[in-house]
């Protein structure tokens, strides 16, 4: 554990190159100096692809601009809206504890997509200093994300809500959302349409794990958007592809969780059929494979939204399903 200061390069205008913070933890420092009029907008951004607004730095003149930060992000750029600037230099710095956040995503929503979603299983993760989730996209109305212990009764976390006025604060090509932070312990998660979806919309997430303390199991989500997938030790396979039909994985030896997060298992005809590793076989089957959803290998796990992990003994050459 560390303390780690990381450059964030000052575009002249648009948005500057994205940093890779995904190793800090905790509380961040952001420091913003130089003469400048007008503003810069720090955007966050869980996978370093899709960014949404977190601080704003303004100024008229000389400026030294210190603010604080939390919630767990992959990456951050700035986006400039100033003129007249001189000599601006910007950093962020933090504890830097690698391996203990981590992040996931939700299948994305389509046009025309409302009500409530198939649910995510953060179990597995086991998430110690909270989860904040970043949106992409338009919506009339509200997205509503919710939490349950039981993925059977929901309650709302918070919403990301139509904001017209936002451009105004992030010039060109707004992003309409700031990130919203929850401290909530919960171990499903799913979104709630209350509106109408305009465009393709995105939520991820991320939170610290807080392995220092010896918390969580450390397996990270991996989303899986298509067919097939050759897993590798300590992830959790977020298996939204089940929503659109069947997926297939490989498992290697060591520690993976497979999660139905599309839903489709069972009643979509969408099985999770997991491979063992060579020379393997899972013990409650005695076979080489594993199916979860429909024609499912056990009937604990014929149903929709399951999740399993999966732990290999390489005294036994058997993967145990827990």
Same mark, same amino acid.
């Given at each position: 554990?560390?303390?780690?200061?990381?450059?964030?390069?000052?575009?002249?205008?648009?948005?500057?190159?994205?940093?890779?913070?995904?190793?800090?933890?905790?509380?961040?420092?952001?420091?913003?100096?130089?003469?400048?009029?007008?503003?810069?907008?720090?955007?966050?951004?869980?996978?370093?692809?899709?960014?949404?607004?977190?601080?704003?730095?303004?100024?008229?003149?000389?400026?030294?601009?210190?603010?604080?930060?939390?919630?767990?992000?992959?990456? $951050?750029? +700035?986006? /400039?809206?100033?003129?007249?600037?001189? !000599?601006?230099?910007? @950093?962020? =710095? %933090?504890?830097?504890?690698?391996?203990?956040?981590?992040?996931?995503?939700?299948?994305?929503?389509?046009?025309?997509?409302?009500?409530?979603?198939?649910?995510?299983?953060?179990?597995?993760?086991?998430?110690?200093?909270?989860?904040?989730?970043?949106?992409?996209?338009?919506?009339?109305?509200?997205?509503?994300?919710?939490?349950?212990?039981?993925?059977?009764?929901?309650?709302?976390?918070?919403?990301?809500?139509?904001?017209?006025?936002?451009?105004?604060?992030?010039?060109?090509?707004?992003?309409?959302?700031?990130?919203?932070?929850?401290?909530?312990?919960?171990?499903?998660?799913?979104?709630?349409?209350?509106? $109408?979806? +305009?465009? /393709?919309?995105?939520?991820?997430?991320? !939170?610290?794990?807080? @392995?220092? =303390? %010896?918390?969580?199991?450390?397996?990270?989500?991996?989303?899986?958007?298509?067919?097939?997938?050759?897993?590798?030790?300590?992830?959790?396979?977020?298996?939204?592809?089940?929503?659109?039909?069947?997926?297939?994985?490989?498992?290697?030896?060591?520690?993976?969780?497979?999660?139905?997060?599309?839903?489709?298992?069972?009643?979509?005809?969408?099985?999770?059929?997991?491979?063992?590793?060579?020379?393997?076989?899972?013990?409650?089957?005695?076979?080489?494979?594993?199916?979860?959803?429909?024609?499912?290998?056990?009937?604990?796990?014929?149903?929709?939204?399951?999740?399993?992990?999966?732990?290999?003994?390489?005294?036994?050459?058997?993967?145990?399903?827990?």
């Amino acid at each position: 554990m560390s303390i780690a200061i990381f450059p964030i390069p000052v575009p002249s205008s648009g948005d500057g190159s994205p940093v890779d913070i995904s190793s800090l933890a905790g509380s961040k420092t952001v420091t913003l100096s130089g003469t400048f009029k007008g503003s810069y907008v720090l955007l966050g951004s869980h996978n370093g692809v899709k960014f949404s607004p977190l601080l704003a730095f303004s100024a008229g003149g000389p400026e030294g601009i210190q603010r604080t930060l939390d919630g767990s992000l992959a990456a $951050v750029k +700035l986006r /400039s809206l100033a003129s007249s600037s001189s !000599g601006v230099a910007a @950093s962020i =710095s %933090g504890i830097s504890m690698p391996g203990d956040n981590s992040f996931g995503t939700f299948a994305p929503l389509s046009p025309g997509t409302c009500g409530p979603q198939p649910s995510v299983d953060l179990g597995l993760t086991d998430y110690q200093s909270g989860l904040n989730f970043i949106a992409n996209g338009d919506v009339q109305g509200s997205v509503v994300v919710e939490g349950s212990l039981d993925n059977v009764r929901f309650n709302p976390i918070g919403a990301f809500t139509e904001q017209p006025a936002s451009a105004s604060f992030l010039g060109a090509s707004p992003l309409s959302f700031s990130p919203l932070p929850t401290n909530d312990l919960v171990r499903y998660v799913r979104l709630n349409i209350q509106g $109408v979806i +305009l465009s /393709s919309f995105t939520v991820t997430f991320g !939170g610290s794990q807080d @392995s220092s =303390s %010896g918390s969580g199991t450390g397996l990270t989500p991996v989303a899986v958007n298509g067919s097939t997938v050759t897993a590798t030790d300590g992830q959790l396979l977020q298996c939204n592809y089940t929503a659109t039909g069947a997926v297939a994985v490989q498992l290697p030896t060591g520690m993976v969780g497979v999660v139905d997060s599309g839903g489709g298992a069972l009643s979509g005809n969408h099985p999770i059929t997991v491979t063992a590793p060579a020379g393997y076989t899972f013990l409650w089957t005695g076979t080489s494979t594993f199916v979860i959803g429909a024609g499912a290998s056990l009937p604990e796990f014929a149903a929709n939204g399951c999740s399993a992990t999966f732990v290999t003994n390489s005294t036994t050459m058997k993967v145990e399903v827990i």
